[in-house]
């Protein structure tokens, strides 16, 4: 550390302690790969605790593409193909507003790729969100859009509760070339 003794009195600059705690006034903490702020002084951990270290923080941004299963991506627009994402941990929180200009060659069942990170591929993985607001859609009133991420992927699938007895994949035919949708959820990375 360049700064480590930049004190009259051998201290670091910057750094105070007292009553057990620290106080960073000029700088950042940073810690090594590997390392971060360890809670297993915890009283009480819930009986199925795997971990009590956070060693991972990131913000970021990913990129939204409706597409079918089979790889023929939607023509995105381009001041709605970007959305935003936080990893804190294992777990990520994603945003974004994916609207699209033309259904290009897409057929079939509806995914949307490019999750910033892998899901865990572990049935526990398995999350779902249902659409925030959604436009463009070619569905019958009633009918409503949601969401999973498939475990072990980059891309969720989006489906239309649509039968009596749950939902079904959503169809290209049932995107329009200017369909929207917003979407904010978590899930847990690889």
Not at 51 to 65: A, F, K, N, R
Not at 83 to 93: A, H, P, Q, R
Not at 118 to 128: F, I, K, L, P
Not at 148 to 158: D, E, K, P, R
């Amino acid at each position: 550390m360049s700064r480590a003794r930049d004190r009259a009195d051998g201290g670091l600059a910057g750094v105070t302690t007292g009553s057990g705690n620290v106080t960073i006034t000029d700088g950042n903490l940073i810690l090594d790969g590997g390392n971060g702020i360890d809670f297993s002084d915890q009283a009480s951990p819930a009986a199925g605790m795997t971990s009590e270290l956070l060693d991972s923080y990131e913000e970021g941004t990913w990129s939204p593409v409706v597409a079918d299963g089979s790889g023929n991506n939607m023509t995105m627009h381009v001041s709605f193909d970007t959305g935003f994402y936080t990893k804190i941990g294992n777990l990520v929180t994603v945003c974004a507003y994916p609207i699209t200009t033309s259904l290009g060659s897409a057929s079939g069942n509806l995914r949307v790729t490019g999750l910033p990170f892998t899901v865990v591929n572990d049935n526990a993985g398995y999350s779902g969100v249902g659409a925030g607001i959604g436009g463009g859609f070619n569905i019958t009133i009633g009918e409503s859009v949601s969401f999973y991420v498939a475990i072990n992927s980059t891309y969720g699938h989006l489906r239309l509760w649509d039968q009596a007895g749950g939902t079904s994949y959503m169809q290209a035919s049932e995107w329009t070339d200017d369909g929207s949708m917003i979407m904010n959820f978590s899930y847990r990375a690889a």
